[in-house]
């Protein structure tokens, strides 16, 4: 699919070929805080990025778990954040172009994952939040590494176990929820 990106200031119109082949459309777009870059949720699945100047598509496509309904940028752009129909999220290394956690994580009640609907995003400083037609809530989650695992510590009220450090090759390591 062609579409045509208007400058509301004046001036000629880009076209950007946003499926490459024709056949697919957008679902969801955001733009990165510095507006040079361009990410699209794709009706078939992936998260293509563009260069905004050029219109021309950057680098490999995001390969999400689910059709991504909603997607926002980090507040530095090197990130972003997608969330997909079943309310699992993922939060991209826009560098390497991978997932920074290799499981599904998910935002919405885990019994509502399979009737969740559209869920949409929003992202702040260090949080995103998520809301969808299937639980009538709107949830906060942490966007930093060391918040997840306060939160691993809070919740499980143990440390790791030593398979558990093997698994995310942490063998040997401190004790990560103290004593």
Known sequence: ???????????APLTIDISGDGTDSARSLAV???????????????????????????????RVAARTT???FRADGRQLVTVGESGAFAIWDLASRRA??????????????????DPSLAVGQDRAY?????DGQVASWPLTPDEWIAMGCEVFARDLTDEEKDRFGLAGAAPICGS
């Open 130 to 134: 998520t809301t969808s037609y299937a």
């Open 100 to 117: 920074l956690s290799e499981r599904t994580l998910f935002a919405v009640d885990r019994a509502l994952k399979d009737t969740v609907t």
């Open 1 to 11: 699919m062609r579409s045509r990106l208007q400058p509301v200031a004046g001036g």
């Open 70 to 72: 909603d997607l926002e």
């Open 32 to 62: 990165s805080p510095d507006g040079k870059t361009m990410a699209v949720g794709l009706y078939s699945g992936p998260v293509r990025l563009f260069d905004l100047a050029t219109g021309t598509k950057v680098g490999d496509d995001l």
